[in-house]
């Protein structure tokens, strides 16, 4: 993974490959750290889950141990949200279906990523 920086020591980005031992592996996803880099609609790391709302399709979400992952139709980003955030019914079972409408419009991003996959020649 590549750690990007700005001049004064402030952490940018986080670039990882699809395999971190392999030199020639290509970049796979990026986490943002730096409210700066934000989408056209104005969806940025601090942001809420009202905005993605507000302005996106949510394609999926999936419930992982301590955290859900919400993926988005119209874009390559996706959002880890903290169970701690949701109700608690919904924190403790990493089966349970989680609907959009069950997670609060304060909820914020733990992790704002972009992701992508891609076609080997």
Known sequence: AVEIYEKGGVKLLLL??????????????????????QTEKGLSKSSNLKLVKDN??????ESAINSIIVSLNESDIYLIIDKKQLPENLRYDPSITIEASQIPDEATFKYFMIGWDYEEN
């Open 56 to 61: 996106y399709t949510i394609s999926s979400i």
């Open 16 to 37: 990882s490959p699809d395999d971190e031992y392999d030199p020639e592996s290509l970049i796979t996803n990026i986490q943002v750290f730096d409210d700066r880099y």
